[in-house]
Nanobody, 118 residues
Framework: QVQLVESGGGLVQAGGSLRLSCAAS????????MAWYRQAPGKQRELVAA???????DYADSVKGRFTISRGNAKNTVYLQMNSLKPEDTALYYC????????????WGQGTQVTVSS
């Protein structure tokens, strides 16, 4: 199991920026996929962005061009840079890690709240 701790959420006005951080308990290069998900009240959890071990990235259509997922030099941190935030980006953001080593292990952080005011 991988322990994940998110930080960086907060309240921001529309058009502003935030950077979320996710610290993993093991080097992220041993993790097959790290991703950010979000869940707004009354809605299902959805994938926001993902990054694989080789560094390939994928984004939800709603955030393409505004959000960037990246890995830190510390090798155990993943970031989500969020620019041009919109009220509809308001949600609880979760860090996710998937390790495939025989069995597949999926880990979740506790979530960090992002609120975008109009």
């Amino acid at each position: 199991q991988v322990q994940l701790v998110e930080s960086g959420g907060g309240l921001v006005q529309a058009g502003g920026s935030l950077r979320l951080s996710c610290a993993a308990s093991r080097t992220i290069f041993s993790i097959n996929v790290m991703a950010w998900y979000r869940q707004a009240p009354g809605k299902q959890r959805e994938l926001v962005a993902a990054i694989t071990g080789p560094g390939n990235t994928d984004y939800a259509d709603s955030v393409k061009g505004r959000f960037t997922i990246s890995r830190g030099n510390a090798k155990n941190t993943v970031y989500l840079q969020m620019n041009s935030l919109k009220p509809e980006d308001t949600a609880l953001y979760y860090c996710n890690a998937v390790v495939r080593a025989g069995a597949t292990m999926t880990s979740w952080g506790q979530g960090t709240q992002v609120t975008v005011s109009s």
